[in-house]
């Protein structure tokens, strides 16, 4: 029976080898739609691609009216989610929200 540093190390040569293939068969099937493309004068926008792979950033700022207003100045709706840092810092020194309401 192999043991189990036998086992891993198997596991992890059939890991690097399964890549090689899957790069080797990557590159064949990227040469066999550029061809195809070709052949049909395809372009990506006729395959519904806008050309760049570029994601919308998420959405970082509220829309809602702060609440609260921090000991530097620092502003806060107060909804869901992280409280952010300055908030954490006066809660833990035992200060209430309260004594932050705009």
Not at 14 to 24: D, G, H, M, T
Not at 29 to 57: F, R
Request: glycine letters at 8%; a positive charge; proline letters at 4%.
């Amino acid at each position: 029976m192999a043991t189990y540093s036998e086992l891993k190390a198997q596991a992890e040569a059939l890991l690097a080898q399964a890549e090689q293939v899957r790069k080797q068969e990557l590159s064949a099937v990227v040469q066999d739609i550029k061809a195809k493309m070709k052949e049909y004068g395809l372009t990506l926008a006729d395959l519904g691609a806008t050309g760049t792979a570029v994601k919308k950033p998420a959405k970082t700022k509220s829309d809602a009216p702060a609440k609260y207003r921090g000991p530097n100045g620092e502003l806060w709706a107060g909804g869901l989610g992280r409280k952010p840092e300055w908030v954490r810092t006066v809660l833990a020194q035992g200060k209430s929200l309260d004594e932050f309401l705009i």
